[in-house]
């Protein structure tokens, strides 16, 4: 069994996008997947109940198929973090909670388990523990998802810092460019752009899996299979 949790640099790094091109491209080998999503905030009401857009399309990528309530266990409906979604829902989230849930899934041994955060790792649970416990108590290897926009190469070594400090090990790193054009300033400096994608190969300790450009709007499927052909599963996958 393969499994990783999969956190980003910041809110809207692409970590949705990536996790969903890795399982796009583990089922594109025949390889059995999961897609998590253990928390989401931001979900719409359906005759189902609350359903999160993200969470949707990690469902879509597992196979073989799971209920949504299995892969989402809580979802929220404002667009805020989680710890203080919950609290207006009157509810209190625990790590004891998402660690009973989510170990008996990850017992069944699928070829690729993706754990998504939500946010990035620092991101509070409740008063007393960060979302980032569930990759601690579960001891899963970290897949770290960049943000190509200004700020990233300090944003994503302090992340790659915090990860360490808290015993846990990175297996590997992904660019998503979600500013529109090729590079981080308004001029469309390829070159700059190059040379952050380097600073950050030089200075990450962990492999770079891949560069996903910025994808036109599809179907969140057509999105993944995308993603897929710009990324390398994780060592071992």
């Known amino acids: 069994m393969s499994a990783y949790f999969v956190t ?17 491209l583990a089922r594109r080998r025949g390889l059995t997947t999961l ?3 253990p928390v989401a905030s931001g979900c719409a009401a359906t005759p189902q109940g609350l359903r999160n857009a993200d969470a949707l399309v990690l469902q879509a990528q597992t196979w073989p198929a799971l209920p949504y309530a299995t892969l989402n266990p809580f979802a929220f409906a404002p667009a805020i973090a989680p710890h203080l979604a919950a609290r207006r829902a009157g509810v209190t989230l625990a790590l004891d909670d998402l660690v009973d849930h989510a170990r008996p899934l990850l017992a069944e041994q699928r070829d690729l388990t993706l754990v998504e955060g939500a946010g990035g ?7 007393r523990e960060d979302f980032s416990g569930l990759a601690v108590r579960l001891e899963l290897p970290v897949l770290l998802v960049v943000g190509l926009r200004l700020g990233c190469i300090s944003h994503a070594r302090l992340t790659c810092d915090a990860i ?13 460019l979600v500013e529109p054009g ?11 752009y190059r040379d952050n994608l380097a600073t950050l190969a030089a200075t990450l300790p962990a492999p770079c899996l891949g560069v996903v450009p910025r994808l036109a ?14 990324l390398e599963l994780p060592d071992g996958d």
């Open 217 to 230: 709007a599809e179907s969140p499927s057509a999105m993944a299979e995308a993603a897929a052909d710009h």
């Open 182 to 192: 090729l590079s981080f300033d308004a001029a469309g400096d390829e070159a700059l």
């Open 121 to 127: 790792w620092r991101v509070p649970l409740n008063e």
């Open 164 to 176: 360490r400090a808290d015993g846990l090990h990175l297996a590997g790193w992904i660019g998503s």
């Open 35 to 37: 897609g998590l999503k």
């Open 8 to 24: 980003g640099t910041d809110t809207d790094a692409g970590k949705t996008l990536v996790t969903s091109g890795l399982l796009a």
